[in-house]
């Protein structure tokens, strides 16, 4: 999705936000007004050392300064896909989930045999897809990786849906790639020690595990902006364009790939109050809660409204027509 794009969808958000709401703006309680009982949301988010956990426990932290009488606790999971069917069972009442992966919840599509009953509080930042190879490799293009091993992330996590409808759209009509359910850590530890021959991914540019394998192996990251059309027609507008800059892995020239949304996301019975000293947190701190997730981020409201068809969660309106007048 392109930049003119994303704001058009933001601002044909606004104008649902404002069908039926009238002109009363809610005034959100301040710290001095908040009382009662400390509410507890525990916030499913993705396994140690990837940028899910780092943002939930910065979340954490920053709600827990803020006055709020909320608590946030991060809780460790395989990420999106395992996230959502832990909010779908109650076990964390939040969740970090990409935006292929919580509309596939929605429509109770692939990984979800029913629809599951996600709302979304914000779209926070995109994910760049990375196919990644050894540069001095025979691996050129995606085309390429057809009957090679190839980490294609870990079981339960949104990595794995992406790689598998791009490794589908990509090699129809050739020999299946051996996918490997790997995490991050596991996939660069493979690709170093040549077990695998690509590590895909989906996360933040850059991602500082990335970072320090290329500074031991040259990297090649391949171009996959071409698959986007095939993608968006399969799946709709979860997917978009984006470039990894060059600079970024020691890149000299920048490299087109597809970009997906992530959004934090709630079950609706979380109680309106709740979500709304949330997302005041969340926007307040939002340059300190992304700094150790992606370069770049532009966590804005007008942007985070367009959770395309997950339904905002109540407290989200109210939140955001706080905002819009």
Not at 102 to 121: H, I, N, Q
Not at 229 to 240: E, F, K, N
Request: positive net charge; charged residues 20%; proline residues 6%.
């Amino acid at each position: 999705m392109t930049s003119a794009n994303v704001i058009s969808a933001g601002l044909s958000r606004r104008r649902v936000l404002g069908a039926g709401l009238g002109s009363l703006a809610v005034v959100l309680s301040g710290c001095s007004g908040d009382s009662g009982p400390v509410r507890r949301l525990q916030v499913g988010t993705g396994p140690a050392g990837g940028p899910y956990n780092a943002f939930g426990r910065a979340l954490a932290q920053a709600v827990s300064g803020s006055g709020h009488r909320l608590e946030i606790v991060p809780v460790g999971t395989s990420a999106s896909v395992d996230n959502l069917r832990r909010l779908d069972d109650g076990s964390v009442e939040l969740a970090l989930a990409m935006a292929d992966v919580a509309e596939d919840a929605v429509l109770g599509r692939e990984s979800f045999s029913r629809p599951v009953k996600v709302t979304a509080l914000a779209r926070v930042y995109v994910n760049y897809t990375h196919v990644v190879v050894p540069a001095q490799g025979k691996v050129r293009s995606v085309k390429d990786l057809a009957g090679r091993a190839v980490a294609a992330g870990a079981a339960g996590s949104g990595v794995q849906v992406v790689a598998g409808r791009l490794l589908r759209a990509a090699l129809a009509d050739e020999r299946p790639v051996r996918e490997r359910r790997l995490g991050l850590a596991e996939s660069v530890t493979a690709l170093r020690e040549g077990t695998v021959d690509a590590l895909i991914w989906s996360g933040g540019v850059p991602t500082p595990a990335l970072s320090a394998l290329e500074r031991v192996l040259p990297l090649r990251f391949l171009p996959l902006d071409g698959f986007v059309g095939t993608l968006r027609d399969t799946y709709g507008p979860v997917y978009s364009t984006v470039t990894i800059p060059a600079g970024a892995y020691g890149l000299d020239e920048p490299v087109g790939t597809i970009g997906v949304g992530n959004y934090l996301t709630a079950r609706a019975d979380v109680p309106d109050g709740a979500v709304r000293a949330l997302l005041q947190v969340l926007f307040d701190r939002r340059r300190d809660l992304l700094r150790e997730v992606t370069a770049g981020a532009r966590l804005e409201p007008r942007f985070a409204i367009s959770t395309g068809a997950v339904p905002l969660h109540p407290g989200a309106v109210a939140y955001y027509r706080s905002l819009y007048g």
